[in-house]
């Protein structure tokens, strides 16, 4: 009877744990961002205190507007402070232009004062 218990609670820990490793990838583009953002309001406050800023807004989905200082193919930089990797390549991103993105915010580089972003997608 025991070996049974045993059993049965091993198979339920198994199936917890499958279902825990492999869970549904988030879908950025379809989230309702906790927070929207100026990039230079954003970058201030990471400026003041990183490690608060940090840990407040890490892995939160985020819409984030601000002036196009950097992009190639696949990334593109706001207000020389928020890096923001897309899934799938960028056309055109014009520098000096306005845009607004929503992206899940994945950390700040001390080494380059960068707020790293990824999954983003262009609002307009």
């Given amino acids: 009877m025991k070996k049974w218990i ?18 549904d990838h988030r879908d950025i583009g379809n989230e309702e961002a906790e927070f929207v953002f100026k990039a230079s309001n954003f970058s201030a406050e990471f400026s003041i205190n990183p490690k608060a800023s940090e840990s407040k807004y890490l892995n ?30 960028l056309d055109n991103i014009e520098r000096d232009k306005n845009i607004k993105i929503k992206g899940r915010v994945i950390g700040y580089d001390d080494l380059l004062n960068e707020i790293k972003l990824d999954q983003c997608i262009i609002i307009n």
């Avoid at 045993?6 to 869970?23: F, G, K, T």
Wanted: contains cysteine.
């Fill in 6 to 23: 045993a059993i049965v609670i091993l198979i339920i820990i198994a199936l917890i744990a499958y279902n825990y490793i492999y869970q």
């Fill in 60 to 89: 939160k989905t985020i819409e984030v507007d601000g002036t196009v200082t950097d992009s190639d193919k696949n990334s593109i930089t706001l207000n020389n402070s928020i890096f923001c990797q897309f899934n799938t390549p």
